[in-house]
């Protein structure tokens, strides 16, 4: 069998497909586009029991990945955090089924690692030598670190108000780093006017290349493994660009199609802060994308996304499992935060702590039931946010 089952690549949008085997951005119609899988190949060779057997990284669902040559992978033991549960917080919440999918102990610190990884691998095997993006911090700092790793260039964008971390994570692997006066979107339109002028880079912003998602799917993947291939009621997830969110859904959905998983998908919850819910607003709304969000601002500086490139795909996603998107203020963010920590020892990051501030809100509401199982995910660890921890 071999090494990746990648097929094609499809638009959502228009349906256009794409040949997978190029260096390729958005598709003709300006819509991100999906990676493709022969799923009838993948179930003829492939078992649960095969994927079990294997190293404990997400390069485990290698069919179910892009990169065709185990030559081309770029990794640094990335993926299989534990999904941890929560039986002090839970209780206090009740939701006595509550699990952290814990991101923190991820190389680079957070879950964007798992797109690097997969991105970056993807780029190199297709000829990409130099990549350039901007970011909130964490993504930047990752697809820097695997950009050296692979031996590419990395040209990075990021406000000045990003995590300082981040910012010293870009410089020490050797990436070049621009330091912009404003938020993500204008790092977007410096990368976009500086590329306009340099020769042999890559975009890889959020969803403007297909292969970021395929290593965030990994999580969903990773999930219903952990549980035995049984599906939790609910998955929450802290939704700046959303893309984790988007390769979740995408991972639930191939392994519906396999067979590998049964019965109802998750209820997917898009988090956002109460300073920048695009998203929340277009759901409340009952829109199919959203409008961009004035003077955003939030502590959960991941999550500042004024207008994700897939809000159709995080609404779709949303709309087909019966979930929700949901706004919490940020001293809601800062007392999950604190209280996550001194009730579990877990120091998670603030986007990560959105999402425990909506579980409470969605259990006091009564949205969360008694007894479901609810998984959320911590994306990065707390200490790359010392700040939000008063001494």
């Given amino acids: 069998m071999r090494f990746s089952s990648l097929s094609h690549l499809e638009c959502p949008q228009c349906g256009l497909i794409h040949d997978a085997d190029q260096v390729i951005g958005l598709c003709t119609c300006g819509s991100p586009l999906l990676a493709r899988y022969d799923l009838d190949e993948v179930r003829a060779g492939l078992t649960?029991?095969?994927?079990?057997?294997?190293?404990?990284?997400?390069?485990?669902?290698h069919e179910l990945l892009p990169?065709?040559?185990?030559?081309?992978?770029?990794?640094?033991?990335?993926?299989?955090?534990?999904?941890?549960?929560?039986p002090a917080?839970?209780?206090?919440?009740?939701?006595?089924?509550?699990?952290?999918?814990?991101?923190?102990?991820?190389?680079?610190?957070?879950?964007?690692?798992?797109?690097?990884?997969?991105?970056v691998s993807r780029a190199?095997?297709?000829?990409?030598?130099?990549?350039?993006?901007?970011?909130?911090?964490?993504?930047?700092?990752?697809?820097?670190?695997?950009?050296?790793?692979?031996?590419?260039?990395?040209?990075?964008?990021?406000?000045?108000?990003?995590?300082?971390i981040c910012r010293r994570e870009v410089t020490v692997v050797g990436a070049e780093l621009k330091l912009i006066d404003g938020l993500i979107g204008d790092a977007g339109a410096w990368i976009r006017s500086e590329l306009a002028a340099r020769e042999g880079y890559q975009d890889v912003s959020t969803l403007?290349?297909?292969?970021?998602?395929?290593?965030?799917?990994?999580?969903?993947?990773?999930?219903?493994?952990?549980?035995?291939?049984?599906?939790?009621?609910?998955?929450?997830?802290?939704?700046?660009?959303?893309?984790?969110?988007i390769g979740i859904w995408k991972a639930?959905?191939?392994?519906?199609?396999?067979?590998?998983?049964?019965?109802?998908?998750?209820?997917?919850?898009?988090?956002?802060a109460t300073g920048c819910a695009p998203i929340v607003q277009a759901w409340e709304k009952g829109l199919p994308s959203s409008e961009p969000w004035p003077d955003a601002h939030t502590v959960a500086f991941g999550?500042?996304?004024?207008?994700?490139?897939g809000?159709?795909?995080?609404?779709?996603?949303?709309?087909?499992?019966?979930?929700?998107?949901?706004?919490?203020?940020?001293?809601?963010?800062?007392?999950?935060?604190?209280?996550v920590a001194s009730l579990e020892g877990s120091f998670i990051c603030p986007e990560g702590a959105a999402n425990f501030a909506a579980v409470r809100q969605l259990r006091e509401s009564g949205w969360i039931k008694p007894g479901e199982q609810v998984v959320a995910l911590n994306t990065g660890t707390g200490l790359k946010y010392p700040e939000t921890v008063p001494l």
Avoid at 67 to 86: A, I, K, Q, Y
Avoid at 303 to 309: F, G, H
């Fill in 303 to 309: 999550i500042t996304v004024p207008k994700a490139l």
């Fill in 208 to 245: 403007k290349e297909p292969y970021r998602i395929e290593g965030k799917k990994t999580m969903g993947l990773e999930i219903a493994e952990q549980l035995g291939w049984k599906l939790p009621d609910v998955i929450l997830y802290p939704t700046g660009g959303g893309v984790g969110l």
């Fill in 89 to 119: 917080y839970g209780r206090e919440l009740g939701v006595e089924r509550l699990l952290m999918k814990d991101e923190g102990l991820i190389p680079t610190g957070t879950f964007k690692a798992r797109g690097a990884a997969v991105g």
């Fill in 124 to 164: 190199l095997e297709v000829g990409v030598r130099k990549i350039a993006m901007p970011t909130n911090g964490n993504a930047g700092s990752a697809w820097a670190t695997y950009a050296a790793r692979a031996g590419m260039e990395a040209l990075i964008a990021m406000p000045l108000a990003a995590p300082e």
């Fill in 67 to 86: 990169v065709r040559s185990v030559e081309n992978v770029v990794s640094l033991g990335e993926g299989m955090t534990p999904l941890l549960p929560l």
């Fill in 311 to 339: 809000d159709f795909l995080v609404l779709q996603a949303i709309a087909e499992t019966d979930g929700c998107a949901v706004a919490v203020d940020d001293a809601d963010i800062l007392a999950a935060q604190r209280r």
């Fill in 252 to 272: 639930l959905l191939e392994l519906k199609a396999l067979g590998w998983v049964d019965g109802p998908l998750p209820r997917l919850v898009a988090v956002q």
């Fill in 48 to 61: 649960k029991d095969s994927v079990s057997s294997r190293p404990a990284d997400l390069w485990r669902y």
